[in-house]
């Protein structure tokens, strides 16, 4: 796997944790970028855009991206939006994971405390004694966000290309 698309697959799995109601997150096809919008707090400040580094765009950019996202539903504005995994669908991913370290059952207990956030074995696998199962635990979640990006791409028929 390459930085880029590790990065990209990070980057996913954050949009996908992300606990803030006002940004969202999107896929341009047709520029082949990860981008997220914050939406302002209240309804007459601007919605920001920033690329997938967190860096805001510039204004031809943003003003592109603007009216294609005011078409988002269209046949050719190829932005797709990331959508975030539910708190069920979280806990369903981190029993799956720990459904194969038989020895490790009770943590499986623990995953019911899940809350709308980032995943709950990530606190939990980086403190001892769990230490040693962070890095497969986060090689499974960079799996989950493939088959992720492969479901997306299958239902919407838009290829994401996370290698640039």
Known sequence: MSPTEQFGLNWLLNAMTCQSTYQ?????????RLFHITLPA????????????????????????FMRMENCNGDF????????????????????????FNQFRFLT?????QGEGAFILDEILAKQ??????????????????????????VTGIQVDLSR
């Open 129 to 154: 004694p769990y230490v040693g199962m962070e890095g497969i635990w986060e090689k499974f979640k960079l799996e989950v966000a493939r088959y992720y990006v492969q479901q997306l791409s299958l």
């Open 109 to 113: 207990k623990m995953t019911d405390e």
């Open 42 to 65: 209240d309804r007459d400040g601007p919605i920001l855009f920033y690329d997938a580094l967190g860096i805001s765009l510039e204004e031809n950019t943003y003003h592109e991206l």
């Open 24 to 32: 969202r997150y999107y896929y341009d096809s047709i520029k082949l």
């Open 77 to 100: 504005s190829g932005i797709v939006e990331i959508c975030r995994f539910s708190t069920v669908q979280k806990i369903d991913i981190q029993q799956q994971f720990m459904s194969r």
